[in-house]
């Protein structure tokens, strides 16, 4: 509350009870002086990944401000009457109470204060063998419109395109978290660490808002700096990705039909014809190797977790749950090639976790071992941090790194990526046994950013509609094209 006070964006009644000790809850409530440690901003793992600091602010207009006060003010006046601890995404006094009167029940995270004091909060959802859609009317495929957002996740533009979170793409903590429960059948802690990433790469860290593309005047930006989605190029959009090209040769946002390719023809090699977990092993390092030998530019620091992480993601929630061993073209493709669920999908009967995903990423990494750093000048530099041995920690180290990064040096985007990291990444981190702080001072900065480099994201369109693909690349035919294909008995996939 105090760096909404300071840049003039809390309401005047909220701003002198603030100031006057008064509280924002309820009346004589006085501020609990508890708010986390606001770290070293130059420690190893804080570097800035991006100049947004440096970048001209356009002003807010006064709708703008109006819609920002209007969000805190319905977060920290809502009437007694109206709090139910029961539902899906509890306001912070839902979630104050709910904590007060059930503890932490369900892996609840604590309430949260400071500059997250307005964030709506995530709950754990059922999870199990579930037909998705199904035949839920409010969950049939749309085709985005013309002021839709759409992005580089594959994954997350099929939760758009089915009404799982906001069709607008504009979207928020709390639920791209319960989405990604909901629809894929992943824990509550993974989905909280995933959809408060993309609150960090790209997002309105006070309101929880961000979208699932570019920049947007749909979500605020209470901070003071431009917020560019999760498209903005360093942690969610990488180099070395599974659907996308590298940034460096231009389009790093349409679907790339010549990397979807390059996936089945190793499934086919080396997964026996499915997107299984060795098939993901040679595509990740390959991958690596050619961004790393072609891309002047190529980065692998602090984000080298996500090229393995969305390869993991791929592999294991992505099969249909009726066989969920068996990631084949059949339902995994469609998420990649038409951004829908396939017919007759269920979700997993098991769900997946933080703790199976820190280990994914640690086992495909150890797959070739490969040195972070960039290409910078024509040669690689290397970053200056120690890769543990055990595939859980080395997880763990990619976990935290992206958890330190913050995506603007301003000083208030800092203090909110700390409150963050201290708030939630260590919390949900916690649970699966990795404790970033034994990583914090592993030395080295997670990122580098040559000077002048462009690190906004583009047009953050993605797919728009079924089967699109980008205009660099030949047409597809066979199995990457979605046609009909023949498996042998073993389930070998064979182009038509």
């Known amino acids: 509350m105090s760096e909404l006070t300071k840049r003039g964006l809390a309401p005047e009644d909220m701003k002198r009870a603030y100031l006057a000790g008064e509280g924002l809850g309820e009346p004589n409530q006085k501020r609990q002086a508890n708010d986390p440690p606001i770290l070293d901003p130059l420690s190893g793992v804080l570097s800035g990944v991006g100049l947004g600091s440096l970048t001209p602010r356009s002003p807010r207009s006064e709708e703008h401000v109006r819609a920002i006060e209007e969000h805190f003010r319905s977060r920290f006046e809502e009437r007694d009457e109206d709090v139910n601890i029961d539902a899906p995404i509890l306001t912070p006094k839902a979630h104050k109470r709910h904590v007060e009167e059930r503890g932490l029940v369900g892996g609840l995270l604590a309430p949260l204060t400071g500059v997250l004091a307005g964030l709506d909060i995530p709950t754990p959802q059922e999870s199990g063998l579930k037909a998705i859609p199904g035949n839920d009317p409010n969950h049939q495929y749309q085709a985005p419109g013309p002021t839709d957002v759409r992005g580089d996740c594959p994954t997350l533009n099929t939760l758009a395109n089915h009404g799982y979170l906001s069709r607008t793409g504009v979207t928020s903590f709390a639920e791209a978290a319960n989405a990604i429960q909901t629809a894929y059948s992943m824990s509550f802690d993974i989905a909280v660490f995933l959809s408060a990433l993309g609150l960090l790469a790209g997002g309105d860290i006070p309101t929880g808002k961000y979208t699932i593309g570019g920049r947007d005047s749909r979500v605020p930006e ?228 040559a000077p002048g480099e462009n690190v906004n994201g583009g047009s953050g369109s993605g797919i728009t509609h079924k089967g699109e693909w980008d205009s660099q690349t030949v047409k597809p035919s066979g199995a990457s094209s979605g046609q009909p294909v023949k498996r042998s008995t073993k389930g070998r996939v064979f182009s038509a």
């Open 222 to 449: 209470t901070l003071g700096v431009p917020v560019y989605g999760i498209d903005r190029h360093g942690l969610f959009e990488i180099d070395a990705s599974v659907s996308r090209g590298d940034r460096y040769f231009g389009d790093n946002h349409s679907f790339n039909i010549s990397r979807w390719n390059k996936i089945v023809d190793d499934a086919n090699n080396y997964g026996d014809g499915l997107f299984n977990i060795e098939a993901m092993k040679h595509n990740a390092a390959d991958q690596v190797d050619a961004s790393r030998a072609n891309n002047p530019e190529f980065a692998f620091g602090g984000n080298f977790a996500v090229v393995y992480a969305t390869r993991a993601l791929l592999s294991r929630p992505l099969p249909n749950g009726t066989e969920p061993n068996v990631p084949d073209f059949k339902n995994v493709a469609s998420f990649y090639l038409n951004e829908t669920f396939p017919d007759g999908w269920f979700r997993i009967p098991h769900s997946y976790s933080l703790v199976d995903l820190l280990g994914d990423i640690g086992n495909l990494f150890l797959f070739k071992p490969q040195p972070l750093g960039r290409n910078y000048e024509g040669r690689f530099v290397p970053l200056n941090i120690s890769i543990p041995d055990a595939p859980a920690d080395i997880g763990c180290l990619g976990a935290t790194l992206l958890a330190s990064a913050a995506p603007d040096e301003a000083e208030p985007v800092v203090q909110a990526v700390n409150a963050l990291k201290d708030q939630i990444f260590s919390k949900v981190l916690g649970s699966a046994a990795c404790d970033i702080s034994q990583y914090e001072q592993n030395g080295g900065n997670p990122y580098y950013t």
